[in-house]
């Protein structure tokens, strides 16, 4: 069977269920809503062999700026033969001209690499039952906000990445929770939580110094203390140990590419301390 016989078509609600049969192949701990929640804010692709899917590529815009390339699979018995290629061509071309962001597996680096992705830094993946922090780890002012906040938190958000990730946010409103981190009645930082995979997770989590984002997962962590969490972090921002400290051990990764714009510059003023996904950045 060549590669031209397979139809790319769009991405689509019933080809969920499909989605999930694929990504479960790779390991991957996505559930039928992380995966509508990705696309709910995407524009994916399907390739289908005799009306089975058998590879999946979605682009995730934000804003005008950027976008990510997410959920990149191919079915294992269809490998090596051009259809990861194609399939990235469209979800580049959904793009639309954005810079393009994403994490990148071993699997797709080489894939990546070749179509002008490159390397940004380093995302490791914790998780496990997490454990309460036996004490504050700072004297700050942190609460539950409910979603009157989303639009306050995605403007933060954008200092952070440099991308428009409003409707993510207002998506994690509806799914999630916010912890916020308040100075003078402002928000300066906050951590999201919401279903995911195997349990919860922890992310985005955008503060200005590392002793504040721990702060906020501490909090978080007292919270659901016992609960299976995962956290995707930037690796060298500093909250390595302190996850491990608390239950939650690194069992993988990927690397952070781009594809065009400018990448990050390392002194604005809040950072990302830990992922909404390694699908969304
Ligand atoms: C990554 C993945 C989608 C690639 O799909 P694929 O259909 O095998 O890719 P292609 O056949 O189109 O290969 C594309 C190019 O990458 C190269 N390539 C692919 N996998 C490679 C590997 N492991 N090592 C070196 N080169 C590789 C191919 O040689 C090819 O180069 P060419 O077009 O210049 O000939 C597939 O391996 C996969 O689904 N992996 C598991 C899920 C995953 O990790 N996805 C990435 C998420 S970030």
New binding site residues.
């Given amino acids: 069977m060549q590669?031209t016989e397979i139809e790319l078509i769009e991405f689509q609600d019933g080809h969920l269920d499909a989605a999930v049969d694929?990504s479960r192949a790779?390991g991957?701990p996505h559930r039928r809503e992380d995966w509508a929640l990705v696309l709910s804010l995407s524009r994916g692709t399907v390739a289908l062999e005799g009306g089975r899917v058998v590879?999946t590529?979605l682009a995730t815009p934000f804003g005008e700026a950027g976008a990510t390339v997410?959920?990149?699979?191919?079915?294992?018995s269809?490998?090596?033969?051009?259809?990861?290629?194609?399939?990235?061509a469209f979800a580049i071309e959904a793009a639309g001209g954005r810079s393009c962001r994403?994490?990148?597996?071993?699997?797709?680096?080489?894939?990546?690499e070749?179509l002008g992705f490159a390397a940004t830094g380093e995302i490791r993946q914790h998780q496990g039952p997490v454990s309460a922090p036996a004490r504050p780890a700072l004297s700050a002012d942190i609460d539950f906000a409910d979603e009157t906040v989303a639009a306050e938190l995605a403007a933060l958000d954008a200092q952070a990445t440099g991308l428009d990730r409003s409707a993510l946010f207002a998506r994690l409103a509806r799914e999630g929770r916010f912890a916020v981190l308040r100075e003078a009645g402002r928000i300066e930082g906050f951590a999201v939580l919401r279903p995911f995979g195997r349990g919860e997770v922890a992310g985005p989590v955008v503060a200005r110094t590392a002793d504040e984002a721990k702060a906020l997962l501490g909090f978080l962590f007292a919270d659901r203390a016992g609960a299976f969490l995962r956290v995707d972090v930037a690796v060298g921002r500093g909250l390595g140990p302190f996850l491990v400290e608390h239950g939650l051990l690194p069992v993988g990764g990927?690397i952070a590419m781009q594809r065009g714009g400018v990448a990050v510059e390392p002194s604005r003023p809040v950072q990302t301390f830990a992922l909404a996904s390694?699908a969304l950045g």
């Fill in positions: 590669a694929l790779e991957w590879g590529a997410n959920m990149v699979i191919v079915d294992k269809m490998r090596g033969r051009g259809l990861g290629r194609r399939l990235m994403l994490v990148a597996t071993e699997d797709g680096r080489p894939l990546y070749k990927g390694q």
